[in-house]
């Protein structure tokens, strides 16, 4: 068990590195804007004090530390979507490219039924200005994390 939790931390931390790599070059090459990782921060801290939705989170007042709060959600939860893919799937060696890639699409699914609504865009950002947009942001962004696990999962594996 401590084996698959390290495991995890490792390929979790770089996949979720990996897609914030591709964020980036998106960015640069298309201009398509990346999440804002504050915002998350913020539906985050407001969570534990018990709110969980907003309208819309750019609505809520600003907490101080959000955006630490919100990077560090943001790995925490690419630690858990690792973990729970290497619990399904045991830690192969080498991971399957196709299984970490549909894992990926698969965990757009948090965003589409958790936190979007709870930020206040609705059930797969269907409040949002450009829905369409929006999910297919979030699909990139969440099959880039999926690369990313079979990434890092080869790297791990080569050097352990």
């Known amino acids: 068990m401590a084996e698959l939790f390290r495991d995890a931390l490792i390929i979790g931390t770089g996949a979720t590195l990996f897609m914030d790599l591709v964020a980036l070059v998106l960015k640069h090459t298309l201009g398509l804007q990346p999440l804002n990782y504050a915002l998350v921060g913020r539906w985050g801290i407001y969570l534990l004090h018990g709110r969980l939705r907003h309208h819309p989170i750019t609505a809520s007042p600003s907490i101080a530390g959000e955006r630490w709060a919100g990077w560090g959600l943001h790995y925490l939860t690419g630690v858990v979507f690792a973990c729970i893919l290497l619990w399904l799937v045991g830690n192969q060696n080498p991971l399957r490219f196709d299984v970490a890639l549909t894992f990926g699409a698969l965990s757009v699914l948090a965003p589409f039924l958790i936190l979007q609504p709870g930020m206040g865009a609705g059930l797969a950002a269907r409040r949002t200005p450009q829905p369409g947009l929006a999910r ?24 352990s």
Do not use: T
């Not at 297919?136 to 050097?159: D, M, T």
């Open 136 to 159: 297919l942001k979030s699909l990139l962004a969440h099959l880039s994390f999926g690369a990313g696990l079979w990434v890092a999962a080869f790297c791990w594996n080569a050097v």
